[in-house]
Structures are given as structure tokens and as C-alpha cells.
């Protein structure tokens, strides 16, 4: 399976994007789903999550209430709606499963101004 992350983009703090995830090569409508980001200089961490059926989520604890992951298995794509954000944001964002078992796209670049 190919994942492509994209929506990512240079936005103020407290601004808002929208990340999505399209999958090619394989269904992911079975797939527990994930968002990662990773710093520079940093270790690559969970940011959110959602059930194969979005029934369930689950967030990094910085970012709840401020994010939101959604998935349209139809279109086989999973979103991140990413609202006031912060510097500290600033990040690669990427999609996996929620097991990361799938392989890494190349992510999108995630920049928060102050």
C-alpha cells in the first residue's frame, strides 16, 4: 500500500489545516488508522487514532480538543483537521496504520508561526 500525506502548509498559531491521507494499492477500511508527526530532532510520536469503522479515537493528550481525525473509507483517505494550532506543532505529519505495520509515505510538513 502507498500512502500520501498532504494539506500541510506554513499557517500563524492559532490558525487551522486540514490533513489527508489517501491510500493506494490496498483497502484500508479494515484498518485501525493513525496521525504521527515528528519534530526535528525528535523521535517520531502518536499523535491521533481511529478504529477501522471511526466508532472510536484516541489523541495525544497535547492536542485534544484541538485536532480531529475522520476517515472516508469509501474514498480510502483519513483526515486530520488540525484547529489552533501552536508553534510547537511544527512537525511532518504522517499517516500508518495503527500499528505502523504499513509503510511510511513521505509525510507533510507541518509549520506554525508565532
Known amino acids: 500500500v502507498q500512502l500520501v500525506e498532504s494539506g500541510g502548509g506554513l499557517v500563524q498559531a492559532g490558525g487551522s489545516l486540514r490533513l489527508s491521507c489517501a491510500a493506494s494499492?490496498?483497502?484500508?477500511?479494515?484498518?485501525?488508522m493513525g496521525w504521527y508527526r515528528q519534530a526535528l530532532g525528535k523521535e517520531r510520536e502518536f499523535v491521533a487514532a481511529?478504529?477501522?469503522?471511526?466508532?472510536?479515537?484516541n489523541y495525544l493528550y497535547s492536542v485534544k480538543g484541538r485536532f480531529t481525525i475522520s476517515r472516508d473509507n469509501a474514498k480510502n483517505t483519513v483526515y486530520l483537521q488540525m484547529n489552533s494550532l501552536k508553534p510547537e506543532d511544527t512537525a511532518t505529519y504522517y499517516c500508518?496504520?495503527?500499528?505502523?505495520?504499513?509503510?511510511w509515505g513521505q509525510g507533510t510538513q507541518v509549520t506554525v508561526s508565532t
Open positions: 494499492g490496498r483497502a484500508l477500511s479494515s484498518i485501525d
Open positions: 481511529i478504529t477501522w469503522n471511526g466508532a472510536a479515537t
Open positions: 500508518n496504520a495503527a500499528d505502523r505495520q504499513l509503510n
